[in-house]
């Protein structure tokens, strides 16, 4: 049996517009890992470098929640390598027409006006590093 003495405890809910009154009581220990990590074997804690996700909450000394066993899709929030470069961006998968052909278009985009996208061009190596699941910060 874990002894969960050391671990932080929730106390409650915190309304965040107007006051409410509430009952104070403590909830069972809280353990960040059972709530934050589905699959422990695929899942990796990153910490965040540079301002490029900044409108997405993502600052530099965050701690990302990353699984590796998720398969990415469009509009996700992903870690990659281009051309052995990683980063953390969100993932934009279209089709867009090409000389009357129709074509995939992988960008990965940035969350501030400051970062161009990289659009991913013909030779470019991408590799899928993970899914961000969770973002952790100070205030």
Known sequence: MKD???KPRIAGSVVAGFPSPAEQYLEPPLDLNELLVKRPA???FVRVEGDSMKDAAIVEGDLLVVDRSLTPADGDVIIAAVDGEFTVKTLSLKYVT????RVRRVALVPANPAYPEIVLKSGQKLDFFGKVTAVIHRL
Do not use: E, L, Q
């Open 42 to 44: 695929a899942t990796y």
């Open 98 to 101: 090409v000389d009357g052909r």
């Open 4 to 6: 969960n003495r050391d």
